[in-house]
Structure formats: structure tokens, C-alpha cells
């Protein structure tokens, strides 16, 4: 190989650097104005699949709708989208719409009959530029607004902007500015502006998909024109494979709720079948009455996107790991990339009984009942700075009224912290590395409760639920740091050759089962757990298939459990970086709804609303400014669950149940990284 071609020529150590590049990834966009004629649309999409053939590698190719663009094309925008209408009049209003995928649109009419009090207006003159802030509107969309005035200063007053002032029109405005404005306009008051619009349509009324407790519908169409006549056939609603797709056909994907559908075409799909692609789409559109704007988006076999890959339960060109790193990782925590120190801080620990915080004696730390839920405050140091972590573990048993008050609970520890802490949800058998660091091993969970009427460890003359046939204890963990026990049903099914099991009885004599998979860290991590939960007795070590038959009576006797290699290992994530959601509540609206961010960059987080980050690994994060509504605050810590039920699983990919809580200006710095950069001055003004 010529990289090597010099190697060994010299006396001495050479070092290589491995580097390698990832292809490049094309869109190709064409725009549809809402005057154009049909003859227009034919002819620019004709062109948009001629400059596609002469790509490589193809593009993904979009059908764009004046005024109902793609969030993929706006991003390309960073100052926005404006609509120029034909006539140029010299005075010309525009309004100015989306706290996002900014559209500003040229006003037919110039007057304060075309305005109303909840959106910002540009009004141009000749030798002025006024801005006016509706009384409703907000301050990321004042913010918008009074950027288009800089960007439309920039381009139609050229020669002339240093002669042109912006002025803005508040509400605090003095009396005098706010009459030259309406005198400017033609005429009008404050009084006569319309009142907001009961529907926020700050964004198509398709984009924002509504979160409720039911998945949305993804349904996968074979498509045929040869006949003349479009035929259609429904291939499969719901838990997608790749395989269904054949390559040499077209299909239509229709994810129901959102305003975009797919067009797939195989590698061998026929010509004519690429060149009708969006005439086949649109046709698919009218036979479902859906809106003939809603977004088409041509996506060529072999060239999928990550937005298109995400509908399917599976997709077979995932990159397939290596067996041991899977077996490792099943024992794992979660969420690695989130450890602010190594555990060292201050811990406090609280157990939620009759919905109020009793305190967990320091002795008991590490020792959880899996009907029970917790909170935890965790303190430590940050380059002088005391800062704070709220964990709060849910038991797979706890009920649904512990659960909410121990999500309450954190919410009132951080009001006292000054709303400072991160907050992190954790669900049993899920625990963040950082959680597990915090108990240095020793961590047990025990079946039961709290509420149960049986003794717990350490406690006195109470009788022990299990004692007088034993306990077993399914070993976790790949260090010291990391290990926990956690109590399983008494009965031999419960065992997995994978793995490494305690079980002690009521005479003190404890078993050490190795299952034939184990790995040797696993089974010197079960040799060490076994002295916290059976301190006392004899300790021995067993072999699968080795085990006296005293060790089944213990169980109940013999019979069938799981001996398949990695019943724990945790399924494949899906395919894809990091994506960011925009959630807030429209005005009159009380759902949630969600729209994502494309390309997205630290000033996308918007003060006045909630977002949701997911890493594509272990953990979301859902990001509170400051400027959102108590209901949106409130909201943000069911949205965990939303998101996952709505967004998130029908991509196939595991439930992801850590979920980290950040404020605006407290953010870790394992949710900085996400983002291309980071200012942590951006908000002190």
C-alpha cells in the first residue's frame, strides 16, 4: 500500500493517524410560488430530476409550497424566508410570522385593517422602516421581526441604509410615535387592530404534531401508474422493515399527523417512475383529500435519510456490533456521557411515604424497594461553584401517586435550590453511571415496599418476607463503581445463563450461580456483591449444570429459564445524531405540540418555550427557558413519556428512560456539546 510505501526506512517510531471522511449528503429543493401556473410547477419539477441525475450521490429531493415550506428548507434561511409580491409599490407592509421558520409576506392591502394584535408588522417607506410589536406577540418573534427590518434595510435600501432609520413601535411607546406610525400607514389606531387569532398559526397547521398518549399511524403504499391509472396497495401500517421495500418499485410512506410524505424509489425502479415521482405523489395526495401543499419528499434506495429511516421498526444497513462489547454494555448504566464528578459529592436521600419525603437513614444509602419511589439531591463543586443534581428512581412496582409525588418532590428541592438543579427522572433497572457511582457498589434492590408488611434489612423484630425459603439476586454491573443486586422472583426460570445469580437461605448458606455465558468480570462482580447481601454463611460457587439439588429445591424445583445468549442485551438505537424539538403550547390551546429544528445552533433554544433534545443515545433532555408558561413548565416533566410514546418509539429504537431537566443558563455540560457552539454569556444581557 503507497500509505505505507516509506515505513521502516528510518530508525526511530512512526505513528499513522487514521482519518476517514463520510460521504456527502445532497437535497435538492425546488419552489413553488402560490400564483404559479400548472404549466410552471411541470416544468421546474422536470428540471429538479434532471439536475438530480447529474448528482453523486443522489439528492433527496423536496417539493417546497409558498408558505408552507419544509423546517429543512427554512433552516437554510438563517434570516428568514420573504414573499415579494409583483408590484412594488413604495410603501409596502409586510407581516412577519413564525417564532422559527420565519415568513415574511408582503401585505396586499397597507393598511391596519390587514393587521392584527398578536403577530409584528414591517411597514417601508421610502425614507423609514417602522417595526410594530403586537400586544400579544412574543419576545423571540419582536426579536425575528426586528432582524427582517435590519435584512430588508440591507437589500432594497442599497446606497441609501445609512439615511434610513428602523424605528419600533412598543407597547410603552411614547403616544407621538405610535401616531406617525398609523399616520405613515394611511390611517388607524391601536383600537382598531384585530384581536389575535383563536388558532396560532404561527406554523403550518400540519407541522406541529400534537402530542397525545397514542402512537401516530405510519402506513407504506406500493405505487403503480403503468395502467394510466394510479393503483395503490396498503404493504404495512405500523412495525416497518426495510425489507418490505423491493427495489425495483415505487412506494409512498405515510406518516398520518405530520405534513410530509415519502416517496421511495428502488435502485431498479423504472425511469419513467423517477420522472413521474411527485406527479404519482401529488395524484396520491388529491385520493386522500390531504392538502395539496403537504410537503413531498423523493428519497432514492440506498440514499435514505435518517427522517425517512426513523418510520421502520427495523432498517437491516444498521452498523452490526461486536457480540462481547453487547454483552458488556446489557450491565452497563445508562446515559455515560452525563457525569459531572466521580460520585465523591454530597448525597441526601428521601423515600416518598404518604406522598411526603421521609429521610433514608445515611447507613441505608444504596438500598432501594423495588414498590418504592426516591429522591435524591446531590451536591458538589464546580470550579468553586456549588451546583446540584435531583435524581429522582422510580421502583417498577411503585404506584402511580408515589411516582408523581416523587417528580413533585424534585420540582419543590429545586424551587429551593433557586430552580438551579438539573433534574434527572430514573427508572429502575435503567440507573445513570453517575447515579450508580454515587452508592461506590453497593447498591441493592430489594421486592417489595415500602407499604409492605414485611421486615426490611437492618430493621428489628419483623418477620422477613422470603426468609424461610430464601432470596435471589440477579448480579449487575462491570466495575466496583457500577455493581447493584437486584431481588428476583424465587423459581428457577428466573436464571439466565448469561449471567450471574445469588441465592442465599434461611440456614445462612449462599450460592454463587455462573451461568455458562458469564463473563470473568461479571462473575468476580457477583463475588463481590455477595458479601452485602449475604455477609454471613457459607459462601459456594456453582457451575450451570453443575448444581446440587438442594440449589433447585431453594427454587422450587427444576425447570425451564432462559439459557439464550443476551435475553439483557439492549436493542440497537436508531440511526441518527441528535435532534432537537421546539415545544410550546399555541395561544387557546391546552396540548403540547412539537416541531423539529434542523441544523440547529444555541439561539434555536427559545427563551420563551420548552425544547427537547435527544441525544440518539440513553437520554433526552428537556431544556425550560425562562420564558416559558408555568403550564409549559409543569408539562415539560410528562413530556419525557410523550415524546418517547409519540416521536420516539415508533422508530423502533429502545424507550429511552433517562430524562435530564435543565433551566436556561444552568445547562451541563453533556447537553452543551450537542450544540456546534456554545456561549455561556449568550443570556446574561
Known amino acids: 500500500m503507497e500509505e505505507f510505501g516509506e515505513a521502516g526506512v528510518q530508525a526511530g517510531i512512526e505513528v499513522w493517524k487514521v482519518e476517514t471522511t463520510e460521504g456527502l449528503e445532497r437535497s435538492l429543493h425546488f419552489w413553488i410560488g402560490k400564483k404559479s401556473s400548472a404549466a410552471d410547477k411541470d416544468v421546474v419539477a422536470a428540471f429538479a430530476q434532471k439536475l438530480g441525475d447529474l448528482l453523486d450521490p443522489a439528492p433527496v429531493a423536496y417539493r417546497e409550497c409558498e408558505g408552507h415550506e419544509c423546517a429543512i428548507f427554512c433552516a437554510l434561511f438563517t434570516n428568514g424566508v420573504r414573499y415579494i409580491d409583483e408590484v412594488d409599490p413604495s410603501t409596502k407592509l409586510y407581516q412577519v410570522k413564525g417564532k422559527r421558520n420565519v415568513r415574511v409576506t408582503q401585505l396586499a392591502t397597507v393598511s391596519v385593517t390587514s393587521m392584527n394584535k398578536g403577530d409584528c408588522f414591517i411597514l417601508c417607506t421610502p425614507t423609514q422602516i417602522w417595526v410594530y410589536f403586537g400586544k400579544f406577540s412574543k419576545s423571540c418573534e419582536r426579536y425575528k421581526a426586528l432582524h427582517a427590518a435590519g435584512n430588508i434595510k440591507a437589500q432594497d435600501y442599497s446606497g441609501d ?79 416497518l422493515s426495510s425489507e418490505m421495500l423491493n427495489p425495483s418499485d415505487c412506494f409512498i410512506l405515510d406518516p398520518s399527523g405530520v405534513p410530509d410524505i415519502f ?24 385520493s386522500k383529500g390531504y392538502p ?60 416518598v411515604e404518604n406522598f411526603q419525603l421521609a429521610p433514608v437513614p445515611a447507613e441505608k ?21 456549588e451546583k446540584y443534581i435531583l435524581y429522582y428512581w422510580q421502583g417498577k412496582d411503585s404506584t402511580s401517586d408515589e411516582i408523581g409525588a416523587s417528580a413533585m418532590h424534585a420540582v419543590k428541592l429545586d424551587e429551593e435550590l433557586q430552580l438551579r438543579a438539573v433534574m434527572v427522572r430514573v427508572l429502575q433497572g435503567e440507573e445513570p453511571s453517575h447515579f450508580l457511582r454515587i452508592f461506590k457498589g453497593r447498591m441493592v434492590v430489594y421486592l417489595g415496599g415500602h407499604v409492605s408488611a414485611f421486615k426490611k434489612v437492618g430493621e428489628e423484630n419483623e418477620e422477613i418476607e422470603g426468609e424461610e425459603q430464601g432470596r435471589l439476586f440477579h448480579v449487575r454491573g462491570t466495575c466496583d463503581w457500577d455493581t447493584r443486586a437486584v431481588e428476583v422472583e424465587l423459581k428457577s426460570g428466573s436464571l439466565d445463563s448469561d449471567d450471574v445469580f445469588i441465592l442465599n437461605d434461611k440456614g445462612g448458606q449462599t450460592y454463587i450461580w455462573i451461568g455458562t455465558s458469564a463473563s470473568e468480570r461479571e462473575i468476580e462482580t457477583g463475588k463481590g456483591i455477595s458479601d452485602l447481601v449475604a455477609p454471613d454463611g457459607t459462601k459456594i460457587e456453582v457451575q450451570e449444570g453443575e448444581e446440587p439439588p438442594e440449589f433447585f429445591e431453594l427454587l422450587g424445583g427444576k425447570g425451564p429459564y432462559n439459557d439464550a445468549l443476551g435475553r439483557m442485551t439492549k436493542p440497537e438505537r436508531r440511526i441518527g445524531g441528535p435532534r432537537l424539538f421546539h415545544c410550546y403550547i399555541p395561544l387557546g390551546k391546552k396540548k403540547l405540540v412539537v416541531e423539529e429544528v434542523f441544523n440547529f445552533r444555541q439561539e434555536d433554544l427559545e427563551e420563551d418555550d420548552v425544547m427537547v433534545l435527544d441525544s440518539g443515545g440513553d437520554e433526552i433532555f428537556i431544556w425550560i427557558g425562562k420564558g416559558s408558561t408555568p403550564e409549559e413548565k409543569i408539562y415539560s416533566h410528562r413530556l419525557a413519556d410523550d415524546y418517547i410514546a409519540t416521536s420516539y418509539m415508533r422508530s423502533g429504537g429502545i424507550c429511552v428512560t433517562v430524562a435530564i431537566v435543565l433551566k436556561q443558563r444552568y445547562e451541563a455540560d453533556v447537553f452543551k456539546k450537542h450544540f456546534p457552539t456554545w456561549d455561556n454569556n449568550y443570556w446574561k444581557d
Open 161 to 239: 441604509e445609512n439615511d434610513i432609520e428602523i424605528i419600533q413601535v412598543k407597547q410603552n411607546s411614547e403616544q407621538s410615535v405610535v401616531e406617525d406610525f398609523f399616520a405613515a400607514l394611511g390611517g388607524g389606531t391601536r383600537d382598531l387592530l384585530a384581536d389575535p387569532p383563536e388558532e396560532d398559526d404561527d406554523d403550518d397547521e400540519m407541522a406541529n404534531v400534537e402530542v397525545q398518549n397514542k402512537k401516530t399511524s405510519v402506513t407504506l403504499y406500493r405505487v403503480s401508474d403503468s395502467s394510466g391509472s394510479m393503483l395503490v396497495d396498503k404493504i404495512g401500517v405500523d412495525n
Open 263 to 286: 416517496v421511495w424509489l428502488g435502485s431498479s425502479s423504472a425511469q419513467t417512475e423517477k420522472t413521474e415521482a411527485f406527479s404519482c405523489a401529488e395524484k396520491f395526495l388529491k
Open 292 to 351: 395539496l401543499w403537504t410537503n413531498i419528499q423523493k428519497v432514492l434506495g440506498g440514499a435514505e435519510t435518517t427522517a425517512f429511516k426513523q418510520y421502520f421498526t427495523t432498517w437491516t444497513d444498521s452498523i452490526e456490533k461486536e457480540e462481547k462489547p453487547k454483552k458488556l454494555a446489557k450491565h452497563q448504566g445508562s446515559c455515560n456521557d452525563f457525569c459531572p464528578d466521580d460520585g465523591s459529592g454530597k448525597a441526601e436521600l428521601w423515600r
Open 365 to 385: 444509602y444504596g438500598v432501594f424497594y423495588r414498590g418504592d419511589s426516591y429522591v435524591l439531591r446531590y451536591t458538589y463543586e464546580e470550579d468553586g461553584e
